[in-house]
């Protein structure tokens, strides 16, 4: 980030420590007027939300935090100077992605670490390594061609190589061979093992089968494995985790598994965490408890579009959008990799990359044809979220209660937010809008 800032000259234009408060458009203007938290307020005539999808943690809210006499930490807000748990007794609640990243860093330096777990997730290994010299000089070589491949894959991503092989249609033999050879590459290569994976359930069994079969091989104590063993949903509908030794760490004596399925969490004491089945006495806290996600960060800012409508109104039963960049009613702003486009289901520096291209094409037609205001029909945008949502509903993912329909947010709607079609796909729609004059959106013109 300080290579780009430095780069291309950015820090004039950055305006560091600065909270938004508010953004509300002005209909006989046609502009925003953005307020800071400081008072300040700045007038424009587009706002862009580049507020990110996983930037708003999931606040703590167990009975008896408030007691607790030793230090709490979230890990969506880390320490930027580091935290020392050596000789530590560290209670980690959750089991998400962050956690299971922290957790055998943790229980380097802890005394005993207590992994209070709701639901287990399913995690495959990174292989983190240096870069093979061999490979980056490959990307190099031909780097114009891997970043055509990547705007027009599934994903973003080339690592991953999807095949076009089903699960359901080879030998058990070949599955376990491309199964071992994928979870030996590591990451999410492991989910595009075959092409059927996230829309049949015979072929997701026999991928949750493998991952159940790893985790059996790693962890020694077979009441344990099962315990880290998923079984309410299917294979890589939440997010697929990707770890550097996790479930090895469950063969350390000072880690311990407490499954809340089992002994649910009681309350938050002066010196522990109490569940049904007794209280473990710790010296500090980690809530692993993961993000308000996509909709996190705008929820916090007062939006307001025509007529004095709210964002959070607008979105009461869900978020709605035409393309994830626009909301019908909002002329002008902008979510980059908002609900309704490919971002959390991709490698979000292309899905951002293609967002901001867009935007700029779009910056530039309006000023050149002396255009005032653009948004979204409530006709498109309803065919969009219609589409959306037909997409999602041909897979597997609406079956796991996971973030990505805000199931981790009390009171949030239940709603599949991200498009699913692809990112390659995404893109050829998005290209397609704006070669027909932008259609699906209302343009005016400069009173």
């Known amino acids: 980030l300080n290579h780009v800032a430095d780069r291309f000259d950015l820090r004039p234009d950055i305006r560091f420590d600065t909270r938004i408060a508010s953004a509300h458009f002005d209909e006989a203007k046609g502009r925003w007027a953005v307020r800071t938290e400081a008072g300040e307020t700045i007038d424009a005539k587009f706002c862009v939300a580049a507020t990110g999808c996983l930037s708003v943690p999931n606040e703590p809210n167990f009975k008896g935090q408030e007691t607790f006499k030793g230090p709490t930490y979230h890990t969506g807000r880390w320490p930027h100077e580091g935290v020392d748990f050596t000789g530590k007794r560290v209670a980690v609640i959750g089991t998400g992605s962050s956690a299971i990243q922290s957790i055998p860093q943790i229980a380097k330096q802890a005394a005993q670490v207590y992994v209070f777990q709701r639901t287990p997730n399913y995690s495959v290994p990174a292989h983190n390594g240096p870069i093979d010299i061999s490979v980056a000089e490959a990307w190099l070589a031909n780097r114009d061609e891997n970043r055509q491949l990547q705007k027009m894959s599934s994903a973003g991503f080339l690592f991953s190589n999807p095949r076009e092989e089903l699960a359901t249609q080879v030998g058990d033999n070949e599955r376990r061979k491309v199964f071992e050879e994928r979870w030996a590459q590591g990451g999410f290569s492991v989910q595009a093992s075959f092409a059927d994976l996230s829309v049949d359930p015979a072929a997701n069994a026999m991928a949750a089968e493998f991952a159940a079969s790893k985790i059996r091989e790693i962890v020694k104590d077979p009441a344990v494995a099962d315990k880290l063993t998923p079984k309410d949903y299917p294979f890589g509908t939440k997010r697929l985790c990707v770890d550097t030794g996790y479930y ?162 009390p009171g949030k709607p239940r709603v599949f937010m991200p498009y699913i079609g692809g990112v390659g796909a995404y893109r050829t729609l998005c290209d397609a809008v704006a070669a027909n004059g932008y259609m699906g959106f209302k343009l005016r013109p400069a009173a």
């Open 248 to 409: 090895e760490v469950f063969n350390q004596p000072h880690v311990q598994l407490i499954d809340l399925k089992e002994t649910p969490l009681d309350t938050i004491t002066a010196t522990g965490v109490k569940t049904t089945g007794g209280e473990f006495e710790v010296d500090a806290i980690v809530f692993a408890i993961g993000f308000d996600a996509m909709t996190g960060a705008l929820s916090k800012i007062d939006i307001q579009g025509r007529g004095g409508e709210t964002l959070k109104a607008a979105w009461a039963e869900g978020p709605k959008s035409y393309l994830g960049l626009m909301v019908s009613g909002f002329p002008n702003l902008f979510t980059v990799t908002g609900p309704g486009s490919p971002s959390v289901l991709s490698n979000m520096i292309v899905s951002i990359e293609q967002h901001v291209d867009w935007l700029a094409d779009l910056m530039g037609f309006m000023t050149l044809n002396g255009l005032a205001t653009i948004e979204p029909t409530a006709d498109s945008q309803n065919a969009w979220v219609d589409h959306v949502n037909e997409a999602a509903n041909h897979t597997l993912y609406p079956v796991a209660n996971s973030w990505y329909l805000g199931a981790n947010v």
